[in-house]
């Protein structure tokens, strides 16, 4: 089956008590069962419930695997993921993480006993220099916040197989429609799933996907041991968003496109950094890795200077000023006095990220309004 037709039909079936189409919220903790063991598939909602099980399914159908989990959130995703290592075991990761990620890595999982290593990404050399007997993950997040840097998931794969170390890619920015990092080598695929995937800004929600069954066997056992679950009312907001999925996303790109050409040519902007323009360093592995080129877009102002920035992002009208990405609305955020004030202004300008800098979430409104207001702010 093809995407779109996956996105609306995989793992969900009309309920056979009643035929309704839409998948219920089974709004329950437990399961009446009709002896000792003898119950229908569901015995308790942390372990399992079917709102939930219908968009696992859902979700793994659209990575190309074969089991999926989904969490309360993203970050409790990840958690799950480095739940499967030992104290002592290595992790090599990217200097440019989402800041969330960085943090679990650094002030929680440090303390006990895994190491963390930050390097570029977009150069595997680096990649291979930091990988040791004892690194037990490589941790890839591409297109990356908020420099969009494109890391190529096919030589991660190569180096983690030749490591002995698992491959996990964060796929949030990219969302299944557009990249597959499954196809390409990796054993686990992580989505933030409050961003594309549920698509409408509602649900705070993560996911994991792998089509290893002994990966698998371990993803569930810590989701149902640490318990840090998605809620069945969530799960069916995520499967309405998904149906519609490949259409907002295909949206997303056209008007991303669009707005990238537009910065480009004002005369106020310095640079626009969006994967399918041709000057993008990493856009020959974007076209090769992804079906799309996404829908955020970065670009700095000449001069750079900060009150500019501010000016802009105070002026915008139809853009919303706010943390977040990839619903249908347009967001803006000047991501060195939001989502990257904490991370030194030295540190920050080393990966890019310029006092001017302002990132786009662009929405799947009509691309003239965008565009207009952009121009409005800008003058
Ligand atoms: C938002 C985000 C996360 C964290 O997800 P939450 O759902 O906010 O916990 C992780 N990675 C990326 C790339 C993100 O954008």
Redesign the pocket.
């Known amino acids: 089956m093809k995407f779109g037709t996956k996105a609306i039909h995989a793992g969900v079936k009309p309920d056979e008590s009643t035929g309704a189409i839409m998948t219920p919220i089974y709004q329950t903790s437990t399961y009446v069962q009709d002896g000792v063991g003898n119950h229908k598939g569901y015995q308790y909602s942390r372990t399992q419930n079917p709102t939930r099980h219908a968009l696992e399914k859902n979700l793994a159908a659209l990575e190309n695997g074969k089991h999926g989990a989904c969490f309360g ?4 995703a ?1 958690d799950c993921v480095i739940k499967m290592l030992n104290p002592g075991d290595e992790v090599v990761s990217t200097n440019d993480l ?1 800041g ?2 960085f943090r679990l890595f650094k002030t929680i999982f440090e303390k006990y006993g895994i190491k963390f290593h930050f390097v570029g990404m977009s150069d595997p050399s680096e990649v291979e220099a930091a990988v040791n007997k004892n690194t037990k993950l490589i941790w890839v ?1 591409t297109p990356t ?1 908020p420099m969009i840097n494109i890391i190529d998931i096919e030589a991660m794969a190569k180096i983690s197989k030749s490591a002995g170390a698992m491959l996990c890619v ?1 796929n ?2 990219a969302t299944p429609y557009l990249q597959n990092p499954l196809d390409l080598g990796a054993d686990i695929v992580m989505h ?4 594309y995937i549920g698509g409408h800004s509602d649900v ?3 996911a994991l996907i792998c089509k290893d069954d002994a990966i698998a066997d371990e993803m569930y056992r810590i989701q149902n041991s640490s318990g840090a679950v998605t809620a069945p009312m969530d799960s069916f907001l995520v499967l309405r968003g998904i149906k519609t999925l490949h259409l907002r996303v295909q949206r997303h790109c056209e008007n991303a496109e669009k707005v990238a050409r537009f910065l480009v040519s004002h005369p106020k902007v310095d640079k626009v950094y969006w994967p399918g323009l041709e000057s993008h360093p990493n856009h020959a592995i974007a076209k090769r890795q992804m079906r799309g080129f996404g829908g955020m877009i970065s670009f700095d102002l000449e001069g750079n200077s900060i009150e500019d920035a501010h000016t802009i992002v105070k002026n915008v009208k139809v853009f919303a000023l706010a943390e ?2 990839g619903g249908v609305e347009s967001l803006i955020g000047h991501p060195a006095t939001m989502t990257h004030a904490p991370i030194p202004k030295e540190e920050r300008e080393k990966i890019g990220i310029s006092d001017s800098l302002i990132r786009l979430s662009v929405g799947v409104e009509d691309v003239e309004d965008i565009i207009e207001d952009l121009s409005q702010a800008l003058s």
């Not at 959130?73 to 409790?76: H, M, P, W």
């Not at 933030?192 to 961003?195: D, G, H, M, Q």
């Open positions: 959130s993203g970050l409790a990840i989402y969330g990620t997040e916040n964060d949030t920015f933030s799933v409050t961003k705070v929600m993560g977040s990405l």
